[in-house]
């Protein structure tokens, strides 16, 4: 008996990766059949698979499955479709005593996204991306002299920091986060580690989440954006969370706070983002916009008060292959 390993290039443009992380994982345990598709091969897996009744495990990256291909597979015991199957198909697998292993959540990129949003806070904190830019074609940002402003001293020495937005260490800012899940609680965590004072909203997570993040649980969201400095509102974007951070919550978040986004942009109300963005009233480190690809004469792109980068936190080659590893640690030992 073998394992077999079926990907099409539609997988792939997702998940680039994973399917031949899978195989390598895989080869270590005994034979592998691994197939990878031609973007116009619409053949079933029964008419792809080699000696189908010789397959034990499989894992079905986006081939068409049929009824009669899971016949064919008389000796099935384990397997991962990543496809769509329908009630046949499904019934058949259950009554086969198949078993089918899926994700229990989207953790495998909680790692690589909540990394990124670190990340992007550090460079928003220093504005490390501007003055990279800058550099490349003015000597000015080399310029450390003094100089003041209205409202005190703008320049000193290596002072490349702007005292108008939250700025310098994370240490001792107030953190506030919306969301203690994969993602959230790992922000958190990260935040706590380096000394900032961490809250978070989330109303349906249990306390073990708020007691790994190393932060407060506070009860209300209008509470929580009251003394943000840095404010990462950090959940899926789905109908209930759609808009949950509301246009009155960015308006109550305190002059100069840093806004850190990295799961979906329309969690917030971003026409109220864009307001005070524009307004110079706070920052925003961004890898996800209420309009994506961001047009070129978009007034977020290239502003002293705004880090951007083009949604991509959530995939590394780390994620695909956490992608594979908690797949694959479902299947029986071997």
């Excluded at 969301?179 to 790992?186: E, L, T, V, Y």
Aim: net charge neutral; aromatic share 8%; hydrophobic share 40%.
């Amino acid at each position: 008996m073998t394992s077999c390993i079926i990907v099409h290039p539609s997988f792939d443009r997702s998940w680039p990766f994973s399917a031949d992380y899978f195989h390598e994982v895989w080869k270590k345990q005994g034979d592998v059949v691994f197939i990878r598709l031609d973007a116009d091969d619409s053949r079933t897996l029964g008419q792809i698979v080699p000696e189908p009744d010789q397959i034990e495990r499989l894992v079905c990256l986006q081939a068409s499955v049929t009824v009669d291909c899971l016949k064919a597979m008389s000796n099935l015991r384990e397997a991962v479709f990543q496809t769509s199957l329908g009630e046949a198909e499904r019934k058949y697998i259950k009554d086969a005593g198949i078993k089918v292993y899926h994700h229990p959540s989207v953790g495998f990129w909680g790692q690589t996204v909540s990394e990124f949003g670190l990340a992007l806070t550090l460079c928003g904190l220093r504005r490390i991306p501007q003055i990279h830019h800058e550099i490349i074609t003015n000597q000015k940002p080399w310029n450390y002299g003094y100089k003041i402003g209205p409202n005190g001293p703008l320049r000193g020495a290596q002072f490349g920091d702007d005292p108008n937005f939250t700025s310098g260490t994370v240490k001792g800012k107030k953190v506030r986060v919306v969301g203690a899940g994969n993602i959230g609680s790992r922000y958190a965590s990260f935040m706590s580690m380096l000394g900032a004072d961490v809250a978070i909203w989330d109303p349906f997570a249990s306390d073990p989440c708020f007691h790994r993040a190393g932060a407060r649980r506070e009860w209300h969201l209008d509470e929580l954006v009251k003394d943000a400095e840095i404010f990462a509102p950090m959940v899926p974007l789905k109908e209930d969370t759609r808009g949950i951070v509301t246009a009155e919550h960015i308006h109550a978040l305190p002059k100069g706070c840093l806004v850190v986004l990295v799961t979906r942009a329309r969690i917030c109300d971003m026409e109220a983002v864009r307001q005070r963005v524009l307004s110079d009233e706070i920052a925003l480190a961004a890898d996800v916009f209420d309009i994506e690809p961001l047009p070129l004469d978009d007034p977020l792109l290239g502003r002293h008060n705004v880090v951007h980068t083009p949604h991509r936190a959530g995939r590394t080659i780390d994620a695909n292959r956490e992608w594979v590893t908690v797949l694959a640690a479902q299947f029986l030992p071997r």
